[in-house]
């Protein structure tokens, strides 16, 4: 079983989210965001965190900015404990919907998302930028409170 803990550890989310993304986010980065209000990342472990999830609640809407497990610990059911924990978090805080942007050929990440709840529900065009040219970015959407609209 994964233990997962809030973490403010900006080093260690930078290096986790550089082995996962081409157009990596820095630690100065990850501390702005930590320090406004109603942003969340939750880790692993504090020590040698396997990943992470970033999530922003704004009054009954969350949003997860982003997540990412370092390549040699996928599979091993952190991406799901941590949607987890995550999802668990926004309930706690009354969240009653939660948004997120996914790559189309991320379809590991498509695939959790699915597992998890959510849905398509828009398509953003060119949206990341590759080596090769643009990418498409899925929007997807879940409810969390029950009754939520």
């Not at 081409?22 to 320090?35: E, I, K, N, T």
């Not at 828009?122 to 080596?131: A, E, P, T, V």
């Amino acid at each position: 079983m994964t233990s997962i803990v809030a973490t403010r550890d900006v080093e260690a989310l930078s290096a986790i989210h550089a082995l996962g993304f081409a157009d990596s986010w820095s630690a100065l980065f990850f501390g702005a965001l930590l320090a406004q209000p109603g942003v969340y990342a939750l880790a692993t472990s504090e020590i040698e965190p396997a990943g992470f999830i970033l999530i922003r609640i704004v009054a009954d809407e969350a949003e997860i900015l982003t997540f990412a497990v370092k390549p040699d610990q996928r599979q091993h059911g952190h991406g799901r404990a941590l949607m987890t924990a995550a999802l668990q978090l926004m309930t706690e805080n009354h969240v009653a919907r939660c948004f997120l942007e996914v790559s189309v050929d991320n379809t590991a990440a498509i695939a959790l998302y699915t597992r998890c709840g959510f849905v398509t529900c828009g398509r953003r065009r060119d949206y990341y930028q590759r080596d090769q040219g643009h990418v498409d970015a899925i929007m997807m959407d879940r409810m969390i409170l029950a009754g939520a609209t």
